[in-house]
């Protein structure tokens, strides 16, 4: 199946919200406004003839003369999303109401107690109650499914903003889950790296629910039957929640298509999105530039110096360019950034901006003598666009210079130097791991931390900004991931090292957002020390994530005399081995049943010679990383496919893109046993 019609299908789920918003007020929370942009954006309701785009907030309401509201949502209609609806409808004068909703009335029933069914009873009331917030039972209420969940940030990724910070839970999550059903009085398995579906919150059941019908609607959408499969045990609770969703069993019967999908647990392999080490230019742009206002995957970036003197004198009032647009040469530079090496890529920012300027007769400098290409030779290419004369073609190719731009302001980033600082750390933590000579990566990271401690009374910028605090909580992500709780240091190297991070924080005058996160509002030292001890826990509970696996238990190689150490990245492991031409079994990646059909197939194979099921049996496989993925890795997965001369396509998804301090959030910060729906 080619990837195009995955695309369309994408942003064509819009053109049916589309057909709503005429002389409507749309309302978008969060999520669906961060997947629009990626579709199509504000301008295409406006082109369907929406009378105002608003932010979904308790704050908002329309004019007098608006009769008529479109609210696009990401959540279950209850709780909070139910608040905020009707304080904007009852601060306003509709007479009509839509609520297009990505979450469907099975998993409503399911949130409400009901049994699952074909009724829309829930919705059916929901939309009696807009009715009693406008005021008359008369005007008209209406309440929709459509999974505008998904935004397709090139051909072969997308990602599912509503679900951006699902995490899978680790070891330590799992320890908790235990403990808390022994204190209840419930009997436990020996298998500690289980978990079941019913041992989870009942907000998380009801994400999970969320994510597998709207994964389901997709491959409705592409008439699409498809194979479950999975790598880790929080990704085993979503593929089996999947294959035996009821509401899909007709599709399956009846789709013309096969695919296979794969979720893989984040959890199980950290490195690479807490690490520096990558040769992705997009990766470094997520990076070092700001996030785009309430977004998980487009950054913000800098125009002012491409336009006139007073925009530059007051850059605050110029909207920020990005990296999504809808013009075949941006979306072209967009997918060079994820899918090529960095060379490879500002190669290819280079030939677009030389193609533009060319096109536009403007004058373009070519360099003399071939050398390595570089921030000023693209700079210079994009200053051509600045001269009075050249409004229109700046104006024709906005898209293209905005994501050149991004590449510019990346190379030229004041933390640039800094990242490749990280760098040589974490090449020299990876050399040493392993050789007993050489000290802990525990060790390492305490010294490096009171180096930095020690030239605060000191002129020595270089050495204070080497390693921040935030930097050596990253780090230590980086090598529990790596080596697993047992080869990182000794208890007592541990201990020391805690003291360091606490007395580090408390010196600290002012915390950092990263830093406040962590430790909230109380920073006394009971405070800092207890927070301290449960990140170590965390950690340490990361260190194990790999338990159990049989074949992907290591993602690193200790150097020999004859080679260096190195990383081996878990997705390239799961393709190579996908994709292998003797297709040897593949112990750790489960392939869950969607029925009884399918249990009896599996039995009838213990007694016949018939090859066991595999994610690369059918032309498209689906890769979805819950908890969140990097361009370094999708352009692996590429490379592994490529090198494999395989007929199926892969496209990657994934809950969003991340870096490194994404990763300190989620692992260190956030509460993943217990996310909070708003319900």
């Given at each position: 199946?080619?990837?195009k019609?995955?695309?369309?299908?994408?942003?064509?789920?819009?053109d049916?919200?589309c057909?709503?918003?005429?002389?409507a007020?749309?309302?978008?929370?969060?999520?669906?406004?961060?997947?629009?942009?990626?579709?199509?954006?504000?301008?295409?309701?406006?082109?369907?003839?929406?009378?105002?785009?608003?932010?979904?907030?308790?704050?908002?309401?329309?004019?007098?003369?608006?009769?008529?509201?479109?609210?696009?949502?990401?959540?279950?209609?209850?709780?909070?999303?139910?608040?905020?609806?009707?304080?904007?409808?009852?601060?306003?004068?509709?007479?009509?109401?839509?609520?297009?909703?990505?979450?469907?009335?099975?998993?409503?029933?399911?949130?409400?107690?009901?049994?699952?069914?074909?009724?829309?009873?829930?919705?059916?009331?929901?939309?009696?109650?807009?009715?009693?917030?406008?005021?008359?039972?008369?005007?008209?209420?209406?309440?929709?499914?459509?999974?505008?969940?998904?935004?397709?940030?090139?051909?072969?990724?997308?990602?599912?903003?509503?679900?951006?910070?699902?995490?899978?839970?680790?070891?330590?999550?799992?320890?908790?889950?235990?403990?808390?059903?022994?204190?209840r009085?419930?009997?436990?398995?020996?298998?500690?790296?289980?978990?079941?579906?019913?041992?989870?919150?009942?907000?998380?059941?009801?994400?999970?629910?969320?994510?597998?019908?709207?994964?389901?609607?997709?491959?409705?959408?592409?008439?699409?039957?498809?194979?479950?499969?999975?790598?880790g045990?929080?990704?085993?609770?979503?593929?089996?929640?999947?294959?035996?969703?009821?509401?899909?069993?007709?599709?399956?019967?009846?789709?013309?298509?096969?695919?296979?999908?794969l979720?893989?647990?984040?959890s199980?392999d950290?490195?690479?999105?807490c690490?520096?080490?990558?040769?992705?230019?997009?990766?470094?742009?997520?990076?070092?530039?700001?996030?785009?206002?309430?977004?998980?995957?487009?950054?913000?970036?800098?125009?002012?110096?491409?336009?006139?003197?007073?925009?530059?004198?007051?850059?605050?009032?110029?909207?920020?360019?990005?990296?999504?647009?809808?013009?075949?040469?941006?979306?072209?530079?967009?997918?060079?950034?994820?899918?090529?090496?960095?060379?490879?890529?500002?190669?290819?920012?280079?030939?677009?901006?030389?193609?533009?300027?060319?096109?536009?007769?403007?004058?373009?400098?070519?360099?003399?003598?071939?050398?390595?290409?570089?921030?000023?030779?693209?700079?210079?290419?994009?200053?051509?666009?600045?001269?009075?004369?050249?409004?229109?073609?700046?104006?024709?190719?906005?898209?293209v210079?905005?994501?050149?731009?991004?590449?510019?302001?990346?190379?030229?980033?004041?933390?640039?130097?800094?990242?490749e600082?990280?760098?040589?750390?974490?090449?020299?933590?990876?050399?040493?791991?392993?050789?007993?000579?050489?000290?802990?990566?525990?060790?390492?990271?305490?010294?490096?931390?009171?180096?930095?401690?020690?030239?605060?009374?000191?002129?020595?910028?270089?050495?204070?900004?080497?390693?921040?605090?935030?930097?050596?909580?990253?780090?230590l992500?980086?090598?529990?991931?790596?080596?697993?709780?047992?080869h990182?240091?000794?208890?007592?190297?541990?201990?020391?090292?805690?003291?360091?991070?606490?007395?580090?924080?408390?010196?600290?005058?002012?915390?950092?957002?990263?830093?406040?996160?962590?430790?909230?509002?109380?920073?006394t030292?009971?405070?800092?020390?207890?927070?301290?001890?449960?990140?170590?826990?965390?950690?340490?509970?990361?260190?194990?994530?790999?338990?159990?696996?049989?074949?992907?238990?290591?993602?690193?190689?200790?150097?020999?005399?004859?080679?260096?150490?190195?990383?081996?990245?878990?997705?390239?492991?799961?393709?190579?081995?996908?994709?292998?031409?003797?297709?040897?079994?593949?112990?750790?990646?489960?392939?869950?049943?969607?029925?009884?059909?399918?249990?009896?197939?599996?039995?009838?194979?213990?007694?016949?010679?018939?090859?066991?099921?595999?994610?690369?049996?059918?032309?498209?496989?689906?890769?979805?990383?819950?908890?969140?993925?990097?361009?370094?890795?999708?352009?692996?997965?590429?490379?592994?496919?490529?090198?494999?001369?395989?007929?199926?396509?892969?496209?990657?998804?994934?809950?969003?893109?991340?870096?490194?301090?994404?990763?300190?959030?989620?692992?260190?910060?956030?509460?993943?046993?217990?996310?909070?729906?708003?319900?």
């Amino acid at each position: 199946m080619p990837g195009k019609p995955l695309q369309g299908w994408f942003t064509s789920v819009w053109d049916r919200v589309c057909a709503k918003v005429n002389k409507a007020v749309v309302f978008l929370d969060g999520p669906s406004a961060e997947v629009l942009h990626w579709c199509g954006g504000a301008a295409r309701l406006f082109k369907a003839g929406a009378a105002n785009v608003k932010e979904f907030s308790s704050f908002e309401s329309a004019k007098e003369d608006q009769p008529k509201a479109v609210f696009v949502l990401t959540s279950v209609l209850k709780g909070q999303a139910m608040t905020i609806i009707r304080d904007i409808i009852t601060a306003s004068q509709f007479q009509y109401c839509v609520v297009v909703c990505t979450v469907n009335h099975y998993t409503h029933q399911t949130v409400h107690g009901a049994q699952e069914s074909d009724s829309r009873e829930v919705f059916d009331q929901f939309e009696e109650k807009m009715c009693e917030w406008m005021g008359n039972m008369n005007y008209t209420a209406e309440v929709l499914y459509e999974p505008v969940s998904f935004a397709p940030i090139c051909p072969s990724l997308f990602t599912t903003p509503a679900y951006s910070s699902m995490f899978p839970l680790t070891p330590s999550d799992m320890d908790s889950i235990r403990q808390m059903r022994i204190a209840r009085g419930e009997a436990v398995g020996e298998d500690c790296m289980k978990i079941d579906f019913s041992h989870l919150s009942t907000d998380m059941q009801i994400w999970i629910k969320m994510l597998a019908s709207n994964i389901s609607s997709l491959f409705e959408g592409l008439n699409i039957r498809e194979d479950c499969y999975a790598v880790g045990p929080f990704s085993r609770v979503i593929a089996s929640e999947l294959a035996n969703l009821n509401s899909a069993k007709n599709r399956r019967k009846t789709a013309a298509n096969k695919a296979s999908i794969l979720f893989v647990d984040r959890s199980l392999d950290m490195v690479g999105p807490c690490g520096h080490q990558t040769d992705s230019l997009a990766d470094k742009v997520i990076t070092l530039l700001p996030r785009l206002q309430g977004h998980t995957v487009d950054v913000a970036i800098n125009m002012t110096s491409l336009l006139s003197k007073g925009a530059q004198l007051y850059p605050q009032l110029i909207c920020p360019g990005t990296l999504s647009h809808a013009d075949s040469g941006s979306q072209a530079l967009l997918n060079s950034f994820v899918t090529l090496k960095q060379k490879e890529c500002l190669m290819d920012v280079n030939r677009h901006l030389v193609d533009v300027a060319t096109q536009e007769k403007l004058l373009v400098s070519l360099p003399t003598k071939p050398g390595r290409l570089g921030a000023q030779q693209l700079e210079g290419h994009l200053k051509l666009f600045r001269e009075p004369d050249s409004t229109r073609a700046f104006v024709q190719h906005a898209g293209v210079l905005q994501v050149a731009m991004a590449a510019v302001q990346t190379l030229n980033h004041p933390h640039y130097p800094h990242t490749e600082e990280l760098i040589s750390l974490e090449k020299t933590l990876m050399q040493n791991a392993g050789d007993q000579d050489c000290p802990t990566a525990l060790h390492q990271l305490t010294q490096l931390l009171q180096e930095r401690e020690e030239s605060k009374g000191r002129d020595d910028r270089s050495r204070r900004q080497r390693c921040s605090v935030e930097d050596v909580l990253a780090l230590l992500v980086f090598v529990y991931s790596l080596l697993g709780e047992e080869h990182v240091g000794t208890a007592e190297e541990e201990g020391r090292l805690r003291e360091t991070i606490i007395h580090a924080i408390l010196s600290q005058a002012h915390l950092s957002p990263e830093l406040q996160s962590l430790v909230g509002e109380n920073t006394t030292e009971d405070r800092i020390r207890s927070v301290i001890n449960d990140v170590f826990v965390k950690l340490k509970g990361l260190g194990r994530a790999r338990t159990g696996l049989q074949q992907f238990g290591s993602v690193f190689t200790p150097g020999s005399v004859t080679q260096v150490a190195s990383y081996r990245p878990l997705v390239r492991q799961l393709m190579e081995q996908i994709f292998h031409p003797d297709k040897p079994d593949i112990p750790d990646i489960e392939h869950l049943s969607s029925g009884l059909t399918d249990l009896l197939k599996s039995g009838f194979r213990m007694f016949m010679s018939v090859s066991k099921p595999r994610p690369s049996d059918h032309a498209l496989l689906l890769v979805y990383v819950v908890g969140g993925v990097t361009c370094q890795e999708v352009r692996l997965i590429r490379e592994a496919v490529a090198a494999a001369k395989t007929e199926t396509e892969v496209v990657v998804g994934s809950t969003r893109l991340l870096k490194p301090s994404d990763v300190v959030h989620q692992v260190l910060c956030q509460n993943n046993l217990f996310p909070d729906l708003g319900l």
